[in-house]
């Protein structure tokens, strides 16, 4: 799948639901309501879109939400994906709040997951605390361990927040480096209506790299994945730092991803409201041609790049839809 920039599509982003355990200040109101079960693609249905991606060239998947490990019986669809791991496609998964990972990890090595994205905004239990509202940091470290031990290959994403977790960085860095894990930390993004004051929030990452390099060696590296973060090596730990900016642009002209929501919407940018309804051909026809031809005629509309602002003088996001609708 070749957009009109030239750009080839070989990765999505699949929410499998749009619920979470967890109420991160900066992704969802206290309370959110959720959608209807049956706007919900089932898992079948989710199985045979990924299909229809993985037919069209999709070379990776990552499943996301919402929290993807308590949409009911994500298992049974993880393993079926997995038995196409290796000659249909080249990876398969996931980002998580790791609140069910000490239930999970050693079920997704057997289903041939290999790495995994974990949120871990602080180390401090009372600042988990405040900022998941619901999450409790002991469980998390414990699934992350589980993790770890089953062998997966575990990155830690943590969103950087002005006045919050600032002062953090250098411990979580170091935290990370102990046990060999990459870290990437992520400017929040003005997608949906939340509680607090979104430039409140805002903490440039530019500020917090400068900051650590006063007491880290961070190199640049190429590695590259297609998406909105820029790596550094970080010398002390022998470990990658990543800094996800969504805000700036330039990472929209190597952008190789699409993404799909729990109700079967294909939003070609995250930045942009184009989307396409899958679910509606999805449950049209049981042909998967027609299918393969909805989803082309989708990457045919794929926008150039992305359009985020903040509405200052309302406080607005500039998307009315949240995180855990599109999938982080
Ligand atoms: N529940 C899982 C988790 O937290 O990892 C997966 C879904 S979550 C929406 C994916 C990622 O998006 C998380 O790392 C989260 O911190 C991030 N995220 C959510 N809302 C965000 C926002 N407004 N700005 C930046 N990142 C955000
Ligand atoms: Fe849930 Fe992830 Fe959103 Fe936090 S960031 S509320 S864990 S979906």
Redo the contacts with the bound molecule.
Sequence with gaps: MIDPFGRAISYVRVSVTDR?????I???AEDMTFLPKQDLLSLKELERLCGAFIDLGVRKLRLT???PLVRRGVMALINRLGLQLGHRFDELTLTT?GSQLGRFAEELVAAGVRRINV?VDTLDPDKFAAI?RW?RLPQVLEGVMAAKAAGLKVKINAVALKGVNEAEFDAMLEWCGTHGFDLCLIETMPLGEIDGDRLDQYLPLSTVRARLARNWTLTPIDYATGGPARYVDVAETGTRLGFITPLTHNFCEGCNRVRLTCTGTLYMCLGQDDAADLRAVLRGSDNDAVLQEAIIAAIARKPKGHDFVIDRDHNRPALARH??VTG?
């Design positions: 979470c355990d967890f109420r991160c900066y992704c969802m939400g919402g929290e709040n949120s998941t999450g995180m855990n982080g």
